[in-house]
């Protein structure tokens, strides 16, 4: 069997070019179905790449990398010029391989990142897959799993608004039933919030300058507006607070703050301030259960996390690795395994024919001992050929699958029978 | 015979110390925490052997000693830490929890704790002392949180870079549980004293008996504190493991000196 993948990526391809043969999940489906005549095809297609992969049992099949090009030059149009010197085309073990890494998010632009292995279920979902592609994208959702479970790569944030809805849960656990208090109304705050929600917290207010564009967000994260002077009095109940504003000087000050958090009676408050200038008075980091993290600290906590996923990505490496091995192998197997069929087939003619032989003599035996004998010579064949079956499909996970399974089909005559 | 079983024992209890030192390397996952939880379990198991062992060999109670005593608190310590510390999130609590057993543990076998006692006790001293060590030992359980707490709070309040690699529990779970875990101690140490005034009330006011109603009233009064007017967080945690320092240097002298 043959495996071809041709594909372009955001490590060859500026967006541009990405854009133009990305396709959705029905346009994928579609596409797979036009690919897949006489071979099996599955099209996967992200914000990050479009890579088309091609099977065939014809081993001898090497127009599977054309076709693939050919679609994907196609779907480019006039940038077809522009597209063909970034297209990458591997083949067999190297496109196995590739897919494995894939799906354990180590050729993503964030190493780990978690929305490729949904992606990846999704297009072989979709696909039209044979034998060959059913077993690699199985196995491919197996490794990146593994991946995940089996390393931390996946587990540290890699932006800033998931850093800061991290850093929540790190002072509150669980955000179900934590009120987010929201001040300024712009896109990193909504990015944030959102964030946080999708964490179970709830968006107390969006707190705003000019009220009327505060409800805008207010009503896209489900929350009320509210002005700037009610901060004071939302602080005695808002479990963390993110501010974005414009505002020249802060926002937030120790003074006003004070005695607010007062009345929050030891409860743990988070600001998060992605403002430059801040709008959270650094000041406000000494009160007793305050926690105050600007746009830098927010930044150096990312970039240790993608720092800790990097050491992470080579574990991770080691994993695919492995299980890119274990495709091979199987892979591999498939070379011996019409040989063995033949073998067993071959072995149990033998059989039945000779108890069919035997037949005037066995038919005095009573039943029970009739199915003795069949089982008797059933396991006798089953042990004499288990060895030889294990060997084949050791040699064959090695080079020399082939030529055993030649011997094997000459020894037993097994060519002559075929034929 | 018996005290053979304290080498095991010891062994997991230092393995797992070692293993959560090494696990604090690895980002507090991997398989060095496994190894330490293991080793935890296996301790734990070893040690319940031991005591079995010692109470089916000796006439009494065989704890009544300070050293036997500290035997046993060991034994409820890892025991209470094993209920939940060993789940991922509060891995690293073994860090606090286990030195502590082992070289309590090295201590009990040490004084002649992990041996066969031939002192003869009743019932009631047993209930009155089983109920004050399992009180104590929920109580260092709550500072071993409590100084977890306060690391955290460290981490987050001087924006340390790493505080999402080496994720420890979360701030406000370490709060209530310590709390909680207080609590629970106070309880069971309340049953305990209320025995032992029952029981062996000989009509004078001993330095144990103030030392001991002292501790309790510190701990009763973080408590109401906490309740009435909001003492939490650093403050409480600060209060717990000032508290089990207290007991720890206080106790043994005015119980065991003599």
Same mark, same amino acid.
């Given at each position: 069997?043959?495996?071809?993948?041709?594909?372009?990526?955001?490590?060859?391809?500026?967006?541009?070019?990405?854009?133009?043969?990305?396709?959705?999940?029905?346009?994928?489906?579609?596409?797979?179905?036009?690919?897949?005549?006489?071979?099996?095809?599955?099209?996967?297609?992200?914000?990050?790449?479009?890579?088309?992969?091609?099977?065939?049992?014809?081993? =001898?099949?090497h127009h599977l990398d054309g076709r693939a090009s050919a679609a994907l030059l196609e779907l480019a149009g006039a940038d077809g010029v522009a597209l063909a010197p970034v297209l990458y085309r591997l083949g067999d073990d190297s496109a196995a391989l590739h897919l494995f890494r894939v799906a354990a998010g180590l050729d993503s632009?964030?190493?780990?990142?978690?929305?490729?292995?949904?992606?990846?279920?999704?297009?072989?979902?979709?696909?039209?897959?044979?034998?060959?592609?059913?077993?690699?994208?199985?196995? =491919?959702?197996?490794?990146?799993?593994?991946?995940?479970?089996?390393?931390?790569?996946?587990?540290?944030? =890699?932006?800033?608004?998931?850093?800061?809805?991290?850093?929540?849960?790190?002072?509150?656990?669980?955000?179900?039933?934590?009120?987010?208090?929201?001040?300024?109304?712009?896109?990193?705050?909504?990015?944030?919030?959102?964030?946080?929600?999708?964490?179970?917290?709830?968006?107390?207010?969006?707190?705003?300058?000019?009220?009327?564009?505060?409800?805008?967000? =207010?009503?896209?994260?489900?929350?009320?507006?509210?002005?700037?002077?009610?901060?004071?009095?939302?602080?005695?109940?808002?479990?963390? +607070?993110?501010?974005?504003?414009?505002?020249?000087?802060?926002?937030?000050?120790?003074?006003?703050?004070?005695?607010?958090?007062?009345?929050?009676?030891?409860?743990?408050?988070?600001?998060?301030?992605?403002?430059?200038?801040?709008?959270?008075?650094?000041?406000?980091?000494?009160?007793?259960?305050?926690?105050?993290?600007?746009?830098?600290?927010?930044?150096?906590?990312?970039?240790?996390?993608?720092?800790?996923?990097?050491?992470?990505?080579?574990?991770?490496?080691?994993? +695919?690795? +492995?299980?890119?091995?274990?495709?091979?192998?199987?892979?591999?197997?498939?070379?011996?395994?019409?040989?063995?069929?033949?073998?067993?087939?071959?072995?149990?003619?033998?059989?039945?024919?000779?108890?069919?032989?035997?037949?005037?003599?066995?038919?005095?035996?009573?039943?029970?001992?009739?199915?003795? +004998?069949?089982?008797?010579?059933?396991?006798?064949?089953?042990?004499?050929?288990?060895?030889?079956?294990?060997?084949?499909?050791?040699?064959?996970?090695?080079?020399?699958?082939?030529?055993?399974?030649?011997?094997?089909?000459?020894?037993?005559?097994?060519?002559?029978?075929?034929? | 015979?018996?005290?053979?079983?304290?080498?095991?024992?010891?062994?997991?209890?230092?393995?797992?110390?070692?293993?959560?030192?090494?696990?604090?390397?690895?980002?507090?996952?991997?398989?060095?925490?496994?190894?330490?939880?293991?080793?935890?379990?296996?301790?734990?198991?070893?040690?319940?052997?031991?005591?079995?062992?010692?109470?089916?060999?000796?006439?009494?109670?065989?704890?009544?000693?300070?050293?036997?005593?500290?035997?046993?608190?060991?034994?409820?310590?890892?025991?209470?830490?094993?209920?939940?510390?060993?789940?991922?999130?509060?891995?690293?609590?073994?860090?606090?929890?286990?030195?502590?057993?082992?070289?309590l543990l090295v201590a009990a076998w040490a004084g002649g704790g992990t041996g066969v006692t031939t002192e003869t006790a009743g019932w009631l001293l047993a209930l009155h002392v089983g109920l004050m060590l399992a009180g104590l030992a929920g109580l260092t359980l709550s500072a071993g949180l409590a100084g977890l707490y306060l690391w955290q709070e460290r981490r987050l309040k001087q924006r340390d870079t790493g505080v999402l690699r080496l994720r420890l529990p979360p701030l406000d779970s370490l709060d209530r549980l310590?709390?909680?875990?207080?609590?629970?101690?106070?309880?069971?140490?309340?049953?305990?004293?209320?025995?032992?005034?029952?029981?062996?009330?000989?009509?004078?006011?001993?330095?144990?008996?103030?030392?001991?109603?002292?501790?309790?009233?510190?701990?009763?009064?973080?408590?109401?504190?906490?309740?009435?007017?909001?003492?939490?967080?650093?403050?409480?945690?600060?209060?717990?493991?000032?508290?089990?320092?207290?007991?720890?240097?206080?106790?043994?002298?005015?119980?065991?000196?003599?």
């Amino acid at each position: 069997m043959r495996l071809a993948l041709v594909g372009v990526s955001h490590r060859q391809a500026p967006v541009e070019l990405r854009e133009r043969v990305a396709v959705d999940a029905a346009g994928a489906a579609e596409l797979a179905e036009g690919l897949a005549d006489g071979c099996e095809a599955v099209v996967l297609s992200t914000c990050n790449r479009t890579e088309l992969y091609l099977a065939s049992d014809q081993s =001898a099949d090497h127009h599977l990398d054309g076709r693939a090009s050919a679609a994907l030059l196609e779907l480019a149009g006039a940038d077809g010029v522009a597209l063909a010197p970034v297209l990458y085309r591997l083949g067999d073990d190297s496109a196995a391989l590739h897919l494995f890494r894939v799906a354990a998010g180590l050729d993503s632009l964030v190493p780990g990142e978690g929305e490729i292995l949904g992606q990846v279920r999704d297009a072989f979902e979709i696909g039209s897959t044979g034998p060959l592609l059913d077993r690699l994208f199985r196995q =491919a959702l197996h490794a990146g799993r593994r991946a995940r479970v089996e390393t931390a790569i996946g587990e540290s944030p =890699a932006s800033v608004p998931a850093a800061a809805a991290a850093l929540a849960q790190q002072v509150f656990g669980d955000l179900e039933g934590h009120a987010v208090l929201v001040v300024g109304a712009g896109k990193m705050s909504e990015l944030t919030a959102r964030n946080l929600r999708s964490r179970g917290a709830s968006i107390a207010a969006v707190a705003n300058r000019t009220v009327a564009h505060g409800e805008e967000l =207010a009503a896209r994260v489900d929350s009320r507006a509210a002005s700037l002077d009610e901060i004071p009095a939302l602080l005695a109940t808002a479990d963390v +607070v993110v501010t974005s504003t414009s505002a020249p000087g802060f926002v937030i000050d120790t003074a006003a703050a004070t005695a607010a958090l007062r009345s929050r009676r030891g409860r743990p408050i988070l600001f998060v301030d992605l403002a430059v200038p801040r709008d959270v008075d650094p000041g406000l980091a000494t009160i007793d259960g305050c926690f105050v993290y600007d746009i830098d600290d927010l930044e150096a906590v990312v970039e240790a996390s993608l720092a800790g996923r990097r050491v992470e990505a080579v574990r991770a490496e080691q994993i +695919v690795a +492995v299980e890119a091995e274990r495709f091979r192998e199987w892979q591999a197997s498939l070379s011996v395994v019409p040989a063995i069929a033949s073998l067993h087939a071959h072995a149990e003619e033998i059989r039945t024919g000779e108890l069919a032989k035997a037949e005037g003599r066995l038919g005095r035996l009573p039943e029970s001992e009739r199915k003795l +004998v069949e089982s008797v010579t059933s396991q006798i064949v089953a042990k004499i050929l288990h060895l030889p079956t294990v060997r084949m499909k050791e040699a064959a996970a090695g080079a020399d699958g082939v030529i055993y399974a030649d011997v094997v089909r000459h020894l037993f005559g097994l060519e002559e029978e075929q034929s | 015979m018996a005290e053979l079983l304290v080498w095991p024992a010891l062994i997991a209890y230092g393995e797992a110390a070692l293993a959560y030192a090494g696990a604090l390397g690895g980002g507090g996952s991997g398989s060095s925490a496994r190894l330490g939880i293991w080793g935890v379990r296996i301790g734990w198991l070893a040690q319940t052997a031991l005591l079995i062992a010692q109470m089916l060999d000796s006439d009494g109670f065989p704890w009544g000693t300070w050293a036997g005593a500290l035997n046993l608190f060991v034994w409820l310590v890892v025991g209470a830490y094993l209920i939940w510390g060993c789940t991922p999130r509060y891995r690293l609590l073994g860090l606090a929890v286990m030195p502590l057993a082992a070289a309590l543990l090295v201590a009990a076998w040490a004084g002649g704790g992990t041996g066969v006692t031939t002192e003869t006790a009743g019932w009631l001293l047993a209930l009155h002392v089983g109920l004050m060590l399992a009180g104590l030992a929920g109580l260092t359980l709550s500072a071993g949180l409590a100084g977890l707490y306060l690391w955290q709070e460290r981490r987050l309040k001087q924006r340390d870079t790493g505080v999402l690699r080496l994720r420890l529990p979360p701030l406000d779970s370490l709060d209530r549980l310590s709390a909680r875990t207080a609590f629970v101690s106070l309880c069971v140490l309340t049953a305990g004293i209320v025995v032992g005034l029952v029981s062996f009330n000989r009509g004078d006011f001993d330095v144990p008996m103030a030392v001991t109603l002292a501790i309790w009233v510190l701990y009763a009064t973080g408590l109401i504190l906490r309740r009435e007017t909001g003492l939490r967080g650093r403050r409480f945690a600060v209060l717990l493991v000032v508290g089990l320092a207290l007991v720890a240097i206080v106790l043994p002298l005015t119980h065991f000196a003599s």
